[in-house]
């Protein structure tokens, strides 16, 4: 038993959405830590495709209690949204099962404009999702931020709108009105969320901790200044939430079986060809938040490598294994000269591995494949996704709590 962080080691879109949603079956709590609706998971349930972009995965299960914890940026209109379009697909939220911190910080209208507004204008775009989310977590480390507990006294929040408005062009008192409106349908779920989550955890509870992004993203390991503007490895759960890090003592990295990337920034295997094109298809590598084409490379190994150890991942789960499928040569980066990526090449398996259970149905050449990633990763693989769907999977672990 234990609690277990979920992180992506790749560039985000790495699948960790499905991962959670399969893992929350034995969890009893799923956090969010970092990040904001700049995150796009997607979850596919028989029928039922999910896309999450602020909601915990494992909302979707009603025996289940989300937290939005106060790492986390909210907007809290897009909160509501969100919290009704996942009601309108037949899942109940109600406070008993939602929870967001007192102290998250909250992204309001005038981040927004921030976000885009700077993309528009520079010949360096970041490529941010432009939703505000760079410029929220300056206001939290300015000291400026307005947080989801201070909707609770007006007095409090005009003062703390006057100290933002020192440093934003904005109308106090029409976005007090517009949070007046919404405050009581946000403030019924926050709660104080580092004593719930420390009390669950000591009476031996699960709690399964959801990355968002991923580790080439993070703030200060990522590829800076292309990155996002939070810590996205596995630390952060801990000061995301409020829960000590030695509570949290597994790390499941998502990877995919190749490479992609959303936005601008290096990407050392980046394929320009047909192959990449291939990827893109066959992966349906586009965006959830933004639509954007997503970049398609390489497997690159001393970069997973290199997550993985700043995340400590005690097992890898190999997502989309599938999309590979078709190719008769698969190339693995092993190394990288003077930012030239050194492949080496392998044999593809030719034949369809969709909704492989069983690792032992799996081509031997498949196989092989993941245990070079296991060797040049130094990590063990302990799931492999074969598609999109809950169930197809294979899980060479018993529990991983
Ligand atoms: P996340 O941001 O890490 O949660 O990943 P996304 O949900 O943005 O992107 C992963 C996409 O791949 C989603 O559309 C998933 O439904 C899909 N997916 C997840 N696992 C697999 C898999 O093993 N095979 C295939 N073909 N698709 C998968
Ligand atoms: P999930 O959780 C992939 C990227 C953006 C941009 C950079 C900064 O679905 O894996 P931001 O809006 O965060 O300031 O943009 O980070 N990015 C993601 N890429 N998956 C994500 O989330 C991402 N969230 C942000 O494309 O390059
Ligand atoms: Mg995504």
């Known amino acids: 038993m234990g609690n277990l962080v979920v992180v992506g080691t790749q560039w985000g879109d790495e699948g960790k959405g499905k991962v959670v949603d399969l893992l929350a079956e034995h969890a009893d709590i799923i956090v969010r830590f970092q990040g904001g609706h700049n995150a796009g998971h997607t979850l596919v349930i028989e029928d039922k495709v999910f896309k999450l972009s602020l909601l915990p995965s494992g909302i979707v299960r009603q025996d289940k209690v989300s937290v939005i914890g106060n790492g986390v940026v909210l907007n809290p209109w897009k909160l509501l949204e969100e919290i009704e379009l996942v009601q309108s697909q037949g899942v109940n939220i109600d406070p008993s099962r939602l929870m967001i911190a007192e102290n998250t910080p909250l992204i309001l209208p005038y981040h927004q404009a921030l976000d885009q507004s700077r993309e528009e204008v520079t010949d360096k775009k970041i490529g941010t999702t432009g939703r505000g989310i760079g410029p929220a977590y300056e206001d939290k480390a300015g000291r400026r931020a307005i947080k989801v507990g201070d909707l609770r006294d007006d007095e409090l929040l005009k003062h703390r709108l006057a100290i933002a408005a020192e440093y934003h062009n904005f109308d106090q008192q029409q976005l007090f009105n517009q949070l007046a409106h919404i405050k009581e349908h946000v403030l019924q779920y926050v709660n104080d969320v580092p004593l719930y989550l420390n009390q669950k955890t000591d009476l031996g509870f699960n709690i399964l901790f959801e990355g968002a992004q991923g580790s080439m993203l993070d703030v200060d390991f990522g590829t800076y200044p292309y990155v996002t503007s939070s810590n996205t490895l596995a630390g952060m759960a801990s000061i995301g939430s409020g829960v000590p890090h030695n509570k949290i003592p597994n790390v499941i990295g998502i990877t995919k079986a190749y490479t992609t990337r959303v936005g601008e920034g290096p990407m050392t295997t980046e394929l320009f060809d047909e192959v990449g094109e291939h990827l893109a298809n066959v992966g349906k590598e586009k965006g959830t938040v933004t639509g954007r084409d997503r970049r398609c490379g390489w497997f690159d190994a001393p970069q997973v490598r290199k997550t993985c150890m700043l995340n400590g991942v005690t097992g890898i789960a190999l997502m989309k294994i599938d999309v590979l499928d078709k190719l008769e040569t698969i190339k693995i980066c092993t190394d990288v000269h ?47 996704s074969t598609g999109p769907e809950r169930d197809q999977t294979i899980l060479l672990q018993d529990s991983f709590f």
């Open 338 to 384: 003077n930012g030239i990526p050194v492949y080496e090449e392998l044999p593809g398996w030719c034949t369809s591995t969709i909704g492989i259970t069983d690792y032992s149905d799996l081509p031997r050449l498949a196989q092989e494949y993941i245990n070079r990633i296991e060797q040049l990763t130094q990590t063990e693989v302990v799931l492999i």
